[in-house]
T-cell receptor, first 113, second 113 residues
Framework: GQQLNQSPQSMFIQEGEDVSMNCTSS?????WLWYKQDPGEGPVLLIA?????ELTSNGRLTAQFGTTRKDSFLNISASIPSDVGIYFC?????????????FGKGTKLSVIP | DSGVTQTPKHLITATGQRVTLRCSPR?????VYWYQQSLDQGLQFLIQ???????AKGNILERFSAQQFPDLHSELNLSSLELGDSALYFC????????????FGPGTRLTVL
C-alpha cells in the first residue's frame, strides 16, 4: 500500500527560527494536505495543495506540492511557542473508490522560548 | 473548533467488552471518516460513510463496525476488545462523497485494561 515518510520525526528549535519538514511517498498523489495536532486534540487542517508545483501560504506557513507529485514540504517562518505540536502530512490519490487520506507519522515540533 | 463533535472524550473498559463511539459531522457535511491513532501506527483510516452508505474501507478489523444514521451522525462499534485496541479514535467529516478536505473531531481516547 501507499506509504508516506515524514521527516524529521522530531525537532527542537529556538523561538524565531525557521522550520522545514517534508514528506515523501512511494506513489504519486493528486492532493497533499498538512495538518497540525495539539495534545489531546484532533488534527487541524493547515494547508491543502492540489497541483504539482503549487506553493501555498497560510500566514507564516508555506507548503509546496513537489513537481514529481511524490513529495511535499512545509516551512514555518519565525517560529513562536504556539507552533508546538505534531505536524502531519497526508496524501490523496484520486481514483475509483479512493477517498481516504494516507497520513505520515508526524513531525513533533518543540519550540524553546 | 472544527464543528465535528465526538463522544465520549474518554472511555476505559476491559478486554472482551464492546463499546460504541459517536460522531456528529459538521452541519451540511455528508461524509464521515473514522481513523485510529496509536503511538506506533500513526493515523490509520478505518472506514468512510457517505450519506448513510459505506463508501470506502481501510484497515478496519472485523471486530469493528460502523454505521451512519439518517441524521448523518455516525457510530463506531468496537467489540471483543483487546489491549492493542487502546488508541485515539477520530472521526472527520467532509462535504462530499468524493475527495474533500476533511475536518477532524477532538477524538475519543479508548483505554482497554
Amino acid at each position: 500500500g501507499q506509504q508516506l515518510n515524514q521527516s524529521p520525526q522530531s525537532m527542537f528549535i529556538q523561538e524565531g527560527e525557521d522550520v522545514s519538514m517534508n514528506c515523501t511517498s512511494s506513489s504519486i498523489f493528486n492532493t497533499w494536505l498538512w495538518y497540525k495536532q495539539d495534545p489531546g486534540e484532533g488534527p487541524v487542517l493547515l494547508i491543502a495543495l492540489y497541483k504539482a508545483g503549487e506553493l501555498t501560504s497560510n500566514g507564516r506557513l508555506t507548503a509546496q506540492f513537489g513537481t514529481t507529485r511524490k513529495d511535499s514540504f512545509l516551512n514555518i517562518s519565525a517560529s513562536i511557542p504556539s507552533d508546538v505540536g505534531i505536524y502531519f502530512c497526508a496524501g490523496h490519490l484520486s481514483g475509483a473508490g479512493s477517498y481516504q487520506l494516507t497520513f505520515g507519522k508526524g513531525t513533533k515540533l518543540s519550540v524553546i522560548p | 473548533d472544527s464543528g465535528v463533535t465526538q463522544t465520549p472524550k474518554h472511555l476505559i473498559t476491559a478486554t472482551g467488552q464492546r463499546v460504541t463511539l459517536r460522531c456528529s459531522p459538521r452541519s451540511g457535511d455528508l461524509s464521515v471518516y473514522w481513523y485510529q491513532q496509536s503511538l506506533d501506527q500513526g493515523l490509520q483510516f478505518l472506514i468512510q460513510y457517505y450519506n448513510g452508505e459505506e463508501r470506502a474501507k481501510g484497515n478496519i478489523l472485523e471486530r469493528f463496525s460502523a454505521q451512519q444514521f439518517p441524521d448523518l451522525h455516525s457510530e463506531l462499534n468496537l467489540s471483543s476488545l483487546e489491549l492493542g485496541d487502546s488508541a485515539l479514535y477520530f472521526c472527520a467529516s467532509a462535504s462530499g462523497g468524493g475527495f474533500n478536505e476533511q475536518f477532524f473531531g477532538p477524538g475519543t481516547r479508548l483505554t482497554v485494561l
